[in-house]
């Protein structure tokens, strides 16, 4: 497409100090967010930048790194270094330390919540009680807005402001049909791989081809709560099966997914190969939204930057390294991270399904 011709994008190679291509690999991505790269290259961050948060020199040492990446933008002779922000990261996330491959995903929240802590604007009193007894009386659209509005009154920042978004959930008694709703704040999505794509390493026609749509089907789908699980109705006044739905409420301006690649329930860890094939472009998150939200006409999302990990099939599955793809950069600034991870360590062999 034209626009990744004309459109400027800070593409430089970051140097592998090691198996750290997973970092790169999220920091290509973090550094070609445009609202986010805005706000460092632009010096804005230092206004905000807290010093007394452990977090600031990881602050410091990202901005360098962005506006390093920016300014050196389309020089193919050479590299930039990332070991100063590494150092920062070892520093405070021990699991990140050395030179082994890491799970990206678990990177990315780190790196958030570190950027978010050390920029954090004054915290204020939350405008709305906790304990409003009429709560479950308001609209959905009033409880959305009380519940954010809280939250951002103590997580308040330009990360919050581009990355996060409000997912929905609603509780409703099998017996008596009484709702009841929660809002909870959200920096990505992790979807599942629906049960019958998994097991399938390549697909072999259309209809076994798993869509990141699929996935988000998946996440939004109703959830029985029966057995174990069963929920405790306070009209009935007793324990009741009931049915959970998780909808998305407000669009994050960039919105960051995570395939769930590993099935939490099996103790061997095995990950999912299923292929999950997304849109490039014009992803509508529309039909996983709550009929409620204030955001359904601004919830078209393209893509722009991907991180999944490579493997080669011939050699064992052993880990070969992170892509990266900086897919497409368009005029908006509605954009979308897809992030597809795994742990690894080293060159240890995975288990295939
Ligand atoms: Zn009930």
Redesign the pocket.
Known sequence: MCQTQTTPRALVGLSNLGNTCFMNSVLQCLVNTAPLSAYFVADEYSGELNRSSKSWQLVDDYASLAKDMWRTAGNTHTSINPSALKMQISRWARQFSGYEQHDSQELLRFLLDGLQEGLMRPKREPPWPYDDKDFEKRAIAEQSRRMWENYLARNNSQITDIFCGQLRSRVT?A??K?ESNCYDPFMDLSLPIPKKFQGLSKWRSSAQECKLQDCLEQFVDEEKLEGNEMYY?S??KKH?VAIKEMKIFRCPLVLVLHLKRFDKRSSSRSKLNASVRFPTASLELAPYMSSDSPDLSTSTFDLYGETSLYENEEDDGRFQGFRNIQALWTEGIISLIVEISMTVCGTASTTRT
């Open positions: 008694c017996t008596c009484r109705c009209r009935c009741q």
